[in-house]
T-cell receptor, first 115, second 114 residues
Framework: DQQVKQNSPSLSVQEGRISILNCDYTNSMFDYFLWYKKYPAEGPTFLISISSIKDKNEDGRFTVFLNKSAKHLSLHIVPSQPGDSAVYFCAARGNSGGSNYKLTFGKGTLLTVNP | GAGVSQSPSNKVTEKGKDVELRCDPISGHTALYWYRQSLGQGLEFLIYFQGNSAPDKSGLPSDRFSAERTGGSVSTLTIQRTQQEDSAVYLC????????????FGSGTQLSVL
């Protein structure tokens, strides 16, 4: 059973527009959420994160929103740039059992930003 | 080196053979993780090493999988009697501590079992 779901396998946007990537989760014990970005033939790299006690975190062009009641988070990229084209993974960390190092990942969304 | 290094980058093997995948973490990082990504799936946690503590092996999918970390640095993931369902990208990551924000991934080993 997938605990972290990214229901859109791909997304295409125009340069300069907003990209919105969505993620849903089912486990209410998750207390920390992260987005990773992955280019082809490279490992994922950390992009931005949010604690469950917050509903928004912003870092430059990237903003993550968390809606705990809906168990939903989203990543907004404004303005989108061609260099943002990559696979974006949503990940979540649980707060039980002392295993706060384990991440549960979604399947990823391939973002393509067209010039 | 500057980043996490994994070797080989690609490995093709026949069903039933054993394979060893190597990971060189960032120097000084005490935590080391193995994840794998099967086709169309998210990253799946396999095993976690932290310093001299006993590793968390709870993600290993079967007893054909094992991993060790020698001297608190280099790690080897071994898959015995490989099966076609073992085909995946195997990713190693290291961090200076348990915080997932500080996770640095290698570029992975693409394993193909024929």
């Amino acid at each position: 059973d997938q605990q972290v779901k990214q229901n859109s396998p791909s997304l295409s946007v125009q340069e300069g527009r907003i990209s919105i990537l969505n993620c849903d989760y089912t486990n209410s014990m998750f207390d920390y959420f992260l987005w990773y970005k992955k280019y082809p033939a490279e490992g994922p790299t950390f992009l931005i994160s949010i604690s469950s006690i917050k509903d928004k975190n912003e870092d430059g062009r990237f903003t993550v929103f968390l809606n705990k009641s809906a168990k939903h988070l989203s990543l907004h990229i404004v303005p989108s740039q061609p260099g943002d084209s990559a696979v974006y993974f949503c990940a979540a960390r649980g707060n039980s059992g002392g295993s706060n190092y384990k991440l549960t990942f979604g399947k990823g969304t391939l973002l393509t930003v067209n010039p | 080196g500057a980043g996490v290094s994994q070797s080989p980058s690609n490995k093709v093997t026949e069903k039933g053979k054993d394979v060893e995948l190597r990971c060189d973490p960032i120097s000084g990082h005490t935590a080391l993780y193995w994840y794998r990504q099967s086709l169309g799936q998210g990253l799946e946690f396999l095993i976690y090493f932290q310093g001299n503590s006993a590793p968390d092996k709870s993600g290993l999918p079967s007893d054909r999988f094992s991993a060790e970390r020698t001297g608190g640095s280099v790690s080897t993931l071994t898959i015995q009697r490989t099966q076609q369902e073992d085909s995946a990208v195997y990713l190693c990551a290291s961090s200076p501590g348990p915080s997932p924000r500080l996770l640095f991934f290698g570029s992975g080993t693409q394993l193909s079992v024929l």
